[in-house]
């Protein structure tokens, strides 16, 4: 049974950063493609962001692009989000998510396994 444990949300002001960690077991983390998504109150799971088993591929949501940047480590079972100039509209909890591919996708219904989530607020 795969378990993702994500780390790294909290309490930060607009224009701030945060970096947002998953960690991946027991399972051999380079045969999983990684993704993030994000849920607001009130609204639905949206994607964020997600990387490729090599880290060859990467994108973005529209919103995060050029703010945020997902980065894997196969060594220590490790994705990351970096988050820059965070702003209020990025309050929410944020899933990590993992898919048995090379390449991800972009709904959260492909993905088999997800984190407990972590909270991100973003005070204006």
């Known amino acids: 049974q795969v378990q993702l444990v994500e780390s790294g949300g909290g309490l930060v002001q607009a224009g701030g950063s945060l970096r947002l960690s998953c960690t991946l077991s027991?399972?051999?983390?380079?045969?999983?493609?990684m993704a993030w998504f994000r849920q607001a109150p009130g609204k639905e799971r949206e994607f964020v962001s997600a990387?490729?088993?090599?880290?060859?591929?990467?994108d973005y949501a529209d919103s995060v692009k050029g703010r945020f940047i997902i980065s894997r480590d196969n060594a220590k079972n490790t994705v990351y989000l970096q988050m820059n100039s965070l702003t209020p509209e990025d309050t929410a909890n944020y899933y990590c998510?993992?898919?048995?591919?090379?390449?991800?996708?972009?709904?959260?219904?492909?993905?088999?396994?997800w984190g407990q989530g972590t909270r991100v607020t973003v005070s204006s």
């Open positions: 027991p399972r051999t983390f380079s045969n999983f493609a």
């Open positions: 998510a993992a898919v048995e591919n090379d390449y991800y996708y972009y709904t959260a219904r492909e993905y088999d396994y």
């Open positions: 990387i490729s088993w090599s880290s060859d591929a990467a």
